[in-house]
């Protein structure tokens, strides 16, 4: 991955990482405002509900009062005393009273529980109240909430229980008002909120159990869990429920009897919709606000690859150059900042690589030749000390025995051709490893070359007068054509099979390798002779270097010419007593 690349997604990573977290801190912060907000509207709007009930209970506590200090309604207890009293003049009684009081429920009841008149329905007159015959002081007692038997269904009513003594007997008046949809209606409700009644005690009529201040009605199946909640826990509770047009988030509050008994369930209602939307638009506008920041980090990490990665860039084309053997090459300094001091520290290395180069050419230069001239002189020394002791023995014999000069001439003579005839071949080796020819590339299949080689050696390896050396043979076919001069790659492996050879005295076993691998052809030859020091191996290819008694110590020198001048590269790797091995890598297409 380019340094271009790596800026360009740092820039998009930061600017989706800021965005994002500053629209989830955004979003968070408006959700816990609309809550503060939703909690405090919920909070207004359930007193508002608690002031209502009180109000409307003690209107309630007040009209009955009224009714049970009226001086009929005395009269009607008086007249209900007597021992074989008469109900019917007093069945319309609580129909009228309600109409009077604007009350929606008035029932009179004698002391006994039977009811003499009822406004909500008449035709219970005769039927049996045994609460109201509880031992309660109902004169002290306010308005409460009570389940209210009506023909049709049962309603929730606010009722206040007062008493008419006469004599020792009483006469109940029980009243109060209905809670309905009326009753929610008077509520003022702020935008989004509503509030709902769920009604504890019809399971006959489930489906007109929740009511709605507009009439219509509730969805109970959705609401049901919170409404279990609250008959389970009996305490307030709150949820959230997920409408087609949105989420909404419910306080249920329960409504108990005078006996602590559920009767209803008050549900207020905040819809949550405003809030969604705020946040769908929070996240827009994030997505909006991130794609923004990602333009702008490719707009930034263009500018900066501009600044930093094409200087960076012709630095690097600089260094290949260098490590391809331009040593000249200069990076231009267009800047005054870090970038173009590296860049004058590159020039200046490279004039420093220059210098340092000259100096150790001619160092090379003076030592090969040096160990040339020495190595020369070696070689030349043998022969020419018997060319001098034969001329001496020549002049001897002329001097001091003429009659036995013809002998001493032949002898000399032929000793004299000998070593002539060494010093020639000394020097041949030395002009042939001099005028080595650059190489004719051309496709050469190298297993081949392998396989016409080792059958070159095999009387070598099967000699009679030596132990036998086993050929171990290992071809890739996926080495393939290779270019390169065959007739030079055939003399080096030569050179290196005889080495291998000349390295195993007492006979063992010579292997031989090839493989491809990062588009070069590797050839191995491995021996099981006595292996090299870490010294033999460093001076190896040093010419006229050599471990042998009878080795000229050009052999490697001109196997390693020949891995030179076709690009390739050469290393040896022994251990005394584990043998040697010689791995050569060629560049496929040469």
Known sequence: MTFRIRLLLLFAVTATVTV????????????????????????????????????RGEEVVRRVDGIAAAETTLQMAIGLARPEPDDSPYVNEAGALAATHALDFVEIVSGDGAIVSSAQWPARFGYQEEWLRQPVDWNAQGAFLKSEELPDQVALALVAVRTVSAGDKKLYIAAGYRLDREFLASLVLPAGMRVLLFRNFDPASAAQALVDPSGAPGDLARLAPLIERVRKEGRETAGTIQWPGGPETFDAIPLAGREKNLLGVLLVGSS??????????????????????????????????????????????????VAGGDWGTRVEIASQDEIGELARAFNGMTAQLIEQRDRLVQTERVAAWREL?????????????????????LQRARDQAPEQFDEVFRESTATLLDELANLK??????????????????PVDLNGIVRST??????????????P??????????????????EQVTRA????????????????TLQIRTSRRDGAARLEISDTGEGLTSEECARLFTPYYTTKQHGTGLGLAIVQSVVSDHRGRIWVESEPGRGTTFQIEIPVNG
Do not use: Y
Not at 288 to 304: E, K, N
Not at 425 to 442: H, T
């Open 272 to 321: 949550r919709r405003e809030l969604t939307m705020l946040l769908s638009r929070i996240r827009w506008a994030g997505m909006a606000a991130g794609g923004i920041g990602i333009l702008l980090g490719i707009l930034l990490s263009l500018w900066a690859s501009a600044h930093v990665t094409r200087p960076v860039e012709r630095l690097a084309v600089g260094a290949r150059a």
């Open 493 to 508: 492996l030569k050179n290196l099979m005889l080495n291998a050879i000349d390295a195993m005295p007492a006979g063992g």
């Open 425 to 442: 071949a000394i020097v041949g080796r030395f002009s042939d490893f001099a005028k080595m020819p650059p190489p004719q590339l051309e």
């Open 469 to 486: 050396i086993a050929a171990e043979i290992s071809l890739d076919d996926g080495v393939g054509l290779i270019h390169a001069d065959p």
């Open 20 to 55: 994002g977290v500053a629209t989830w801190l955004v979003s968070a912060r408006a959700s816990r405002a609309f809550e503060r907000l939703d909690n405090q509207r919920t909070a207004a709007l359930v007193a508002q509900f608690r002031r209502e009930f009180a109000r």
């Open 373 to 393: 001239a020495r190595r020369l002189a070696h070689e030349l020394k043998n022969p020419l000390f018997p060319l001098q002791i034969t001329i001496e023995n």
């Open 454 to 467: 080792v059958k070159l050696f095999e009387a070598q390896f099967h000699a009679e007068c030596r132990p």
